[in-house]
């Protein structure tokens, strides 16, 4: 299916990244590292992943058995070291209806190679658009399902509940170590193929937003007092 995709605050195919493409037992980037790429024919049913407990406050992974992602086209999730050449982190924005409290995260991330498995979850708040440099919360976690698969999905629990503010945006973000060569790729959603979402990626040292309907798969839950 054809997207049409719009973006309201960068042209992002003149950004100029230090990445390169990048082939891995049939995956793939594209010529510029930003998106990676499964044939259609390495998918497969995967575990489900960890359930939320509380109510979404905010959802782009489609609540289905199958389909809940799309399973062969990401936004690339890169170490320093990683094969890519460059580090390249994702951020999706999220802006609560309601004065709540996050308690756990969903993501579909995929791992495709390197010695490390694990990312860094974190939710930010958001400086002009773009997720602030200082995490209100963080977690390291391993991967646990290969990209190109589906429809799998890791999380993450908040031990202690965050405060949000109604109407006040915030970012989840994936990010990677220093010293990391993993790379991966976080899956787009298909939840929602209408509407756009906002969400960003760090390249050449900076974050650069996006709004169009390739967000990536995410679930916030939470409770409203």
């Given at each position: 299916m054809k997207r049409t995709i719009v973006v309201l605050c960068v042209v992002f195919l003149a950004l100029s990244l230090t990445a390169f493409a990048?082939?891995?037992?049939?995956?793939?980037?594209?010529?510029?590292?930003?998106?990676?790429?499964?044939?259609?024919?390495?998918?497969?049913?995967?575990?489900?992943?960890?359930?939320?407990?509380?109510p979404l406050l905010f959802e782009l992974l489609d609540p289905q058995a199958k389909g809940r992602y799309f399973c062969c086209s990401g936004w690339t999730?890169?170490?320093?070291?990683?094969?890519?050449?460059?580090?390249?982190?994702?951020a999706q924005q999220f802006t609560p209806a309601s004065n709540s409290h996050a308690t756990g995260v969903q993501f579909a991330i995929g791992y495709v190679t390197g010695t490390y498995t694990h990312v860094i979850i974190s939710i930010n708040a958001d400086c002009s658009g773009i997720p602030c440099s200082t995490a209100l919360w963080s977690k390291k976690v391993k991967l646990t399902?290969?990209?190109?698969?589906?429809?799998?999905?890791?999380?993450?629990?908040?031990?202690?509940?965050?405060?949000?503010?109604a109407g006040t945006p915030y970012w989840v973000?994936?990010?990677?170590?220093?010293?990391?060569?993993?790379w991966a790729a976080w899956n787009v959603q298909v939840?929602?193929?209408?509407?756009?979402?906002?969400?960003?990626?760090?390249?050449?040292?900076?974050?650069?937003?996006?709004?169009?309907?390739?967000?990536?798969?995410?679930n916030v839950a939470g409770t409203v007092p």
């Open positions: 990048a082939e891995k037992n049939g995956i793939f980037t594209s010529p510029d590292g930003r998106m990676t790429y499964a044939p259609m024919g390495k998918a497969g049913i995967n575990h489900p992943g960890p359930a939320n407990a509380d999730l890169s170490g320093p070291s990683s094969v890519i050449g460059a580090e390249i982190w994702d399902n290969n990209f190109g698969a589906c429809c799998g999905i890791n999380g993450a629990r908040l031990k202690t509940p965050l405060a949000l503010t973000v994936a990010s990677t170590e220093s010293t990391s060569d993993i939840l929602d193929a209408v509407d756009s979402s906002t969400w960003a990626q760090y390249s050449s040292g900076a974050w650069h937003p996006i709004s169009d309907i390739e967000g990536t798969a995410t």
